[in-house]
Nanobody, 119 residues
Framework: QVQLVESGGGLVQAGDSLRLSCAASGLTFNVYYIVWFRQTPGKEREFVARISWSGTGTYYAESVKGRFTISRDNTRRMAYLQMNSLKPEDTAIYYC????????????WGQGTQVTVSS
């Protein structure tokens, strides 16, 4: 059974930092792209960041570039999203997803972790 489990969310103040984790099990982790999305009620899901299977390729949404860093540890089957200089508009539920091939559907999703940034 494949699982992606996010953790690390919480309530912080603007300017603070958080690190989200995505723990994977039941899949060959190092052949999947890992992608972070976020979503707020009433809005469409928004792409945040992506990392290649090797960890050498990363891509960010403009809204988080320079503030967020995506990384992964294939030996631990973990992916991370370091979020610095958080803003109230970063408030959302954050999801990690695994994607075997770019452009294809996402194979697996986590249940999400809530991030709330107060002003």
């Amino acid at each position: 059974q494949v699982q992606l489990v996010e953790s690390g969310g919480g309530l912080v103040q603007a300017g603070d930092s958080l690190r989200l984790s995505c723990a994977a099990s039941g899949l060959t982790f190092n052949v999947y792209y890992i992608v972070w999305f976020r979503q707020t009620p009433g809005k469409e899901r928004e792409f945040v960041a992506r990392i290649s299977w090797s960890g050498t390729g990363t891509y960010y949404a403009e809204s988080v570039k320079g503030r967020f860093t995506i990384s992964r540890d294939n030996t631990r089957r973990m992916a991370y999203l370091q979020m610095n200089s958080l803003k109230p508009e970063d408030t959302a539920i954050y999801y990690c997803a695994a994607q075997r091939n770019l452009g294809s559907t996402f194979d697996y999703w986590g249940q999400g972790t809530q991030v709330t940034v107060s002003s």
